[in-house]
C-alpha cells in the first residue's frame, strides 16, 4: 500500500498457514533429506496459475484474512521449539513478502537454523540477489517452457523465469527445478525435450529436475491427471541430455523418486511418498563406489 509516498507491505508478519512438512514435500531431493521444515505462507502471488493447488492463499489479498502478527524472531523461536533445521517458505509465492522473507532468514541463521525457499521465479535481480544471499536452498517452478503457455495458463512471461533461474544457478545457492507436467497444455515431447535441452545446458548436469504429476485443481478441474508414462519419458528424455538427477514426482512408491548414482546406478537415497527409505551416503559420496553426489548432505 502507498501511504503517504512510502510503500508498505501488507502481509510482513502475517503467516496464514503454519505447518511441519518433510523437506521431500517442497521439494528438495538434494537439500537435507530426511529433514523437517517448519512451512509457511501469506496471500498473494503475482501469477495466476489456473492449475494452483494453494490457490486460496496464493489468489487471496491480505484483507481476505486477520492473521496474528508473528514477528521474525517469533517464527525462529517455533523452528526452534519444534526442533526443524530448516524454516520454508512457500504455500504462496515468496517475492510477495520478501521484507518479512530476509528478516525471518536473519532470524534463523542467529539460532543455526537454515531457509529455503519454493518460488515461481517471477523476481527481478535486485531482490532475487538479496533472497540468494539470505537463503540457502530455492525451488523454482519452470511451468512451462513456451511463451504461449506462460501467457495463458499463469498469466505470466516465460523470460523473466528462465532468467531467475540462471541467477539463482550462478549464485552458489542450492537450486533444484520442478516442471508440473498438465496434460494437453505443456506435456508435447517438444515443450519437455526443449526444457531438459535448456537445464542441461543453461544450469548444467548436477541441477536436480522433477517433472511432477498434475492433478485436477482449481480452474483445471477438467483435465485428467497426467499420466505415469508421460513423466517417465520426459525423465527419460532429461537423462538422454546428460541430466544426471532427474525426478518423477507426485507418484508415490515410484523408483523414479529414487537418487541413483550417476556412476554405478545404485540408489543412493530411496524414498516413499515424502520419505526417506534408505540412505547410502557417506561424506556426500555413493556408499558403493565413492562417486560424489551432487547436494547439501549436512
Request: one cysteine or more; aromatic letters at 10%; a neutral charge.
Amino acid at each position: 500500500m502507498n501511504v503517504n509516498g512510502e510503500l508498505r507491505s501488507l502481509v510482513y508478519g502475517r503467516p496464514l498457514s503454519v505447518h511441519t512438512d518433510p523437506i521431500e514435500k517442497k521439494p528438495f531431493y538434494h537439500f537435507l533429506p530426511g529433514s523437517s521444515a517448519l512451512s509457511f505462507g501469506t496471500s498473494g502471488c503475482p501469477l495466476r496459475c489456473r492449475f494452483c493447488q494453494n490457490w486460496e492463499l496464493s489468489q487471496s489479498t491480505p484483507g481476505d484474512f486477520d492473521p496474528a502478527f508473528t514477528t521474525p524472531a517469533d517464527m525462529a523461536a517455533a523452528a526452534g521449539e519444534r526442533r526443524t533445521p530448516v524454516i520454508a517458505f512457500t504455500y504462496n509465492e515468496p517475492t510477495v513478502f520478501v521484507e518479512y522473507l530476509l528478516d525471518v532468514a536473519a532470524a534463523a541463521k542467529a539460532r543455526g537454523i537454515r531457509t529455503a525457499m519454493v518460488s515461481c521465479g517471477f523476481a527481478t535481480e535486485a531482490p532475487l540477489g538479496d533472497i540468494c544471499r539470505a537463503v540457502s536452498a530455492i525451488k523454482i517452478d519452470l511451468k512451462g517452457f513456451s511463451e504461449t503457455f506462460y501467457r495463458d495458463v499463469c498469466s505470466a512471461e516465460l523470460r523473466p523465469v528462465l532468467r531467475s533461474i540462471v541467477q539463482v544457478a550462478k549464485s552458489g545457492c542450492h537450486l533444484e527445478v520442478v516442471n508440473l507436467v498438465v496434460p494437453t497444455l505443456n506435456d508435447s515431447e517438444a515443450s519437455l525435450a526443449g526444457l531438459a535441452s535448456w537445464v542441461a545446458s543453461e544450469l548444467g548436469p548436477d541441477v536436480p529436475l522433477h517433472f511432477t504429476r498434475f492433478h485436477p485443481e482449481y480452474q483445471l478441474l477438467n483435465l485428467p491427471p497426467t499420466p505415469i508414462s508421460t513423466l517417465e519419458r520426459a525423465r527419460d528424455l532429461a537423462m538422454a541430455k546428460g541430466l544426471r538427477y532427474v525426478y518423477v514426482g507426485n507418484v508415490p512408491g515410484h523408483p523414479g523418486s529414487h537418487t541413483y548414482c550417476p556412476n554405478c546406478r545404485k540408489v543412493v537415497i530411496g524414498r516413499d511418498n515424502f520419505f526417506v527409505s534408505g540412505m547410502h551416503l557417506k561424506n556426500g559420496a555413493c556408499e558403493y563406489c565413492r562417486r560424489p553426489i551432487a547436494g547439501v548432505w549436512a
